[in-house]
C-alpha cells in the first residue's frame, strides 16, 4: 500500500488569497489525482497529474484557479486560486493501489475561506 | 445520468448484518465494481472490488448477480467503528488510468 502525506491538514485562509497543498507518497507512482469533497458532499475529481506533463484537468475545473505542479514521481502541489467561501472544502490527494480500480487517498486538507 | 445509486442513509445495531445495495444499470462491459469506506476526516479506503458472482475478503463480502446491474456489499457483525459512508463506484480497469468517479454513498450508522 501507498501512504500519503499532505500539506496542510486545515487551514482557515481570508477570501482573495491563494493556498499551496503539497501531497508526498512513499514510492514512486506514475499518476497522482486530486479530488476535492465539499461539506457533507460526495468527492469530485479535479485534475490528473502526470510528471513531466501538464495536468488535466475535469470539466469545470481550470488551470488557472486550480494549478497543479509534479515535478518528481513522489510529490505533487494543488494551488487553489483567488479563494472564494465557496471553495471551502476537503481537499485530497490520491494514488493508484495494486488493484485494478484501488486507489489511496491522504487525509485531506481541510480549507475554510472566510 | 448518475453511474451508481444507492440509498442515502441506513441505520443498523452493533453485532448485526448491513448489507447496501447499488443499482447500477449502465455498467460497461470492462468495469469492475469497487466499493469505498470513508470515516469522518479521513480518504476513503478501499474495501472490495468483484466483477461477477461473489467476492469475499477479511472486511466484507459483494455480491454480483449475473446482468451486474446492481451489486449488494455485505458487512458481517458491524460494530460501532463501522459507522462510515460507504461509496460504490464502477470504474475500468487500470488501463484507464484509475479515474474514479464518487457517488452519493451511503451513510452507514452503528447504533449500540
Known amino acids: 500500500s501507498a501512504v500519503i502525506s499532505q500539506k496542510p491538514s486545515r487551514d482557515i485562509c481570508q477570501r482573495g488569497t491563494s493556498l499551496t497543498i503539497q501531497c508526498q507518497v512513499d514510492?514512486?507512482?506514475?499518476?497522482m489525482f486530486w479530488y476535492r469533497q465539499q461539506p457533507g458532499q460526495s468527492l469530485t475529481l479535479i485534475a490528473t497529474?502526470?510528471?513531466?506533463?501538464?495536468?488535466?484537468?475535469e470539466s469545470g475545473f481550470v488551470i488557472d484557479k486550480f494549478p497543479i505542479s509534479r515535478p518528481n514521481l513522489t510529490f505533487s502541489t494543488l494551488t487553489v486560486s483567488n479563494m472564494s467561501p465557496e471553495d471551502s472544502s476537503i481537499y485530497l490527494c490520491?494514488?493508484?493501489?495494486?488493484?485494478?480500480?484501488?486507489?489511496?487517498f491522504g487525509q485531506g486538507t481541510r480549507l475554510t475561506v472566510v | 445520468l448518475a453511474k451508481t445509486t444507492q440509498p442515502i442513509s441506513m441505520d443498523s445495531y452493533e453485532g448485526q448484518e448491513v448489507n447496501i445495495t447499488c443499482s447500477h444499470n449502465?455498467?460497461?462491459?470492462?468495469?469492475?465494481i469497487t466499493w469505498y469506506q470513508q470515516f469522518p476526516s479521513q480518504g476513503p479506503r478501499f474495501i472490495i472490488q468483484?466483477?461477477?458472482t461473489k467476492v469475499t475478503n477479511e472486511v466484507a463480502s459483494l455480491f454480483i448477480p449475473a446482468d451486474r446491474k446492481s451489486s449488494t456489499l455485505s458487512l458481517p457483525r458491524v460494530s460501532l467503528s463501522d459507522t462510515a459512508v460507504y461509496y460504490c463506484?464502477?470504474?475500468?480497469?487500470?488501463?484507464?488510468?484509475?479515474?474514479?468517479?464518487f457517488g452519493g454513498g451511503t451513510r452507514v450508522l452503528v447504533k449500540p
Open positions: 449502465n455498467i460497461a462491459t470492462n468495469d469492475y
Open positions: 497529474a502526470n510528471q513531466g506533463s501538464e495536468a488535466t484537468y
Open positions: 463506484l464502477v470504474a475500468p480497469r487500470r488501463a484507464a488510468g484509475n479515474k474514479l468517479t
Open positions: 514510492s514512486q507512482v506514475t499518476m
Open positions: 490520491s494514488v493508484e493501489g495494486q488493484v485494478d480500480t484501488e486507489a489511496f
Open positions: 468483484g466483477y461477477k
